[in-house]
């Protein structure tokens, strides 16, 4: 089974495949959150055709997947106990 991952290097990966979808001339804008990947410096390669727009820190009410990660909880992941991380992944998908 593979291990879902978010850090830098798959930030990279992604960023690098966005890129190859914006037209020629075009510069394509994402918003992102404070996640430690999405911050720029040393190991973050944002192509030079993306743009990353970060919301304000502590701001969840902007970002809709926060949304999401709240009914998540409220209903489908709560009250619960979990045998193994692969049980967590699978009750995160199941939902």
Known sequence: MITPAANTEMMNLHLVEISTQV???????????RAGWHKPG??????DNT??????????ELNPMENV???LRQNKLCATVWGSYADIVEACRSA
């Open 23 to 33: 037209a020629p001339g075009a510069i394509a804008v994402l918003l992102c959150d």
């Open 42 to 47: 040393a190991n973050l390669q944002v192509p």
């Open 51 to 60: 743009r990353l727009l970060h919301l304000p820190p502590y701001s969840p």
């Open 69 to 71: 990660w709240d009914y």
